[in-house]
């Protein structure tokens, strides 16, 4: 690999399946470019690639961990997963993102930890 040449690694993100449709419109968008026919004007460069901040969250909502990604596009969406004969499985959306380069954001420091003080009486 060239010094100026750099590799980065495809990001996978899972989540439930929820009634937000912005990935999903996004990846669409992406993958009905090659049927379309002419130039339409609601299509430019700027809606394919994305620079995205990936947050995590504990299960107490505090912010314990996050990412800057630059110039991300969806190669991968799975909209509706197999849930499987028994029927009991949890349907889980799948993204994967190519980009450009990530950053970890260093202005995210975890929670402090938990301090109890006495109940009130």
């Not at 299960?59 to 314990?64: D, I, M, P, T």
Request: hydrophobic share 35%.
């Amino acid at each position: 690999m060239s010094p100026w040449q750099t590799d980065h690694d495809t990001l996978t993100l899972k989540r439930g399946v929820t009634y937000d449709a912005a990935f999903e419109q996004w990846a669409n968008k992406i993958w009905d470019y090659p049927n379309s026919t002419g130039i339409k004007p609601d299509v430019s460069l700027g809606d394919f690639r994305k620079d995205l901040a990936i947050e995590v969250y504990n299960e107490a909502g505090q912010k314990v961990l996050g990412y800057n990604v630059y110039r991300c596009w969806p190669s991968e969406f799975t909209a509706i997963p197999e849930t499987g004969r028994a029927g009991n499985a949890v349907a889980i959306q799948m993204l994967r993102l190519e980009n450009e380069g990530r950053q970890r954001d260093d202005g995210v420091t975890g929670p402090a930890g938990a301090s109890f003080g006495d109940p009130p009486s």
